[in-house]
T-cell receptor, first 115, second 117 residues
Framework: SAVISQKPSRDICQRGTSLTIQCQVD?????MFWYRQQPGQSLTLIATANQGSEATYESGFVIDKFPISRPNLTFSTLTVSNMSPEDSSIYLCSVAAGVRGSPLHFGNGTRLTVT | AQKVTQAQTEISVVEKEDVTLDCVYE???????LFWYKQPPSGELVFLIRRNSFDEQNEISGRYSWNFQKSTSSFNFTITASQVVDSAVYFC??????????????FGTGTRLTVIP
C-alpha cells in the first residue's frame, strides 16, 4: 500500500493564524482526500483533491477556509485559515488504493490545537 | 442517503474474552463497499477489511472475523480471545459505487474498545 507522509504531525496555533498541512505520497495517485476528525468524533470528508483541477468540497466546508493545492500526483496541501478553537482537530490525508471501492489509506494525521 | 450506525460507543472486555462490534448501514445503491478500520491510541487509521455488496461470505483472519448480512444491513466484527493490543477505536465505513466522489468513505461514529488485562 502507498506510504503517506504528513507534516506537521502536530501543532499548536494561535487564533486568527493559518496552518498549511503537507501530504506526500510515495506513488502517483489520482485522488487525494482530506478528512477532519474532531476530538472524540468520527471522520468527516472535507474535500477531494484531483491533480489539475479545483478541489471538490463537501457541504459545510468552503475553499476560503480550507484552501487546497494539488500541484502533482504525489503531493497536496491543506490550509486551515483564520483558525479558531473550533478548528482543533486531527486532519488526515488519504489516498485510494486503486479503483472505485478500494480502501483508503491514511497518513498519520496532523493534530492541531488552536488556542 | 447513506448512513453508518455503530450503536456501541464504548465496550470494555477482560483479556481473552470475545467481543463483537456492531455495524448497521443504509444505502440505496445496489453496489457498495463496506470497511473496518482500527485507530489505536497513536492515532493512525489502519485498514482491516473490505467487503463488496455481492460477497456475503464471512471472513476470518486470525482472531478477527466479519459477518456480513445484507438481509439485516449489518457488517459485524468479532475479535476472539481479545488482547490488550486490541484496545482502539474501531470504525465501520461505507462507500457507494454511484457516488460522485469516487472512493469517498462515510464513517460511523466508532466504537472504543478497551481490553482490560
Amino acid at each position: 500500500s502507498a506510504v503517506i507522509s504528513q507534516k506537521p504531525s502536530r501543532d499548536i496555533c494561535q487564533r486568527g493564524t493559518s496552518l498549511t498541512i503537507q501530504c506526500q505520497v510515495d506513488s502517483q495517485v489520482t485522488m487525494m482526500f482530506w478528512y477532519r476528525q474532531q476530538p472524540g468524533q468520527s471522520l468527516t470528508l472535507i474535500a477531494t483533491a484531483n491533480q489539475g483541477s479545483e478541489a471538490t468540497y463537501e457541504s459545510g466546508f468552503v475553499i476560503d477556509k480550507f484552501p487546497i493545492s494539488r500541484p502533482n500526483l504525489t503531493f497536496s496541501t491543506l490550509t486551515v485559515s483564520n483558525m479558531s478553537p473550533e478548528d482543533s482537530s486531527i486532519y488526515l490525508c488519504s489516498v485510494a488504493a486503486g479503483v472505485r471501492g478500494s480502501p483508503l489509506h491514511f497518513g498519520n494525521g496532523t493534530r492541531l490545537t488552536v488556542t | 442517503a447513506q448512513k453508518v450506525t455503530q450503536a456501541q460507543t464504548e465496550i470494555s472486555v477482560v483479556e481473552k474474552e470475545d467481543v463483537t462490534l456492531d455495524c448497521v448501514y443504509e444505502t440505496r445503491d445496489t453496489t457498495y463497499y463496506l470497511f473496518w478500520y482500527k485507530q489505536p491510541p497513536s492515532g493512525e487509521l489502519v485498514f482491516l477489511i473490505r467487503r463488496n455488496s455481492f460477497d456475503e461470505q464471512n471472513e476470518i483472519s486470525g482472531r478477527y472475523s466479519w459477518n456480513f448480512q445484507k438481509s439485516t444491513s449489518s457488517f459485524n466484527f468479532t475479535i476472539t480471545a481479545s488482547q490488550v493490543v486490541d484496545s482502539a477505536v474501531y470504525f465501520c465505513a461505507l462507500s457507494e459505487a454511484q457516488q460522485t466522489g469516487a472512493n469517498n468513505l462515510f464513517f460511523g461514529t466508532g466504537t472504543r474498545l478497551t481490553v482490560i488485562p
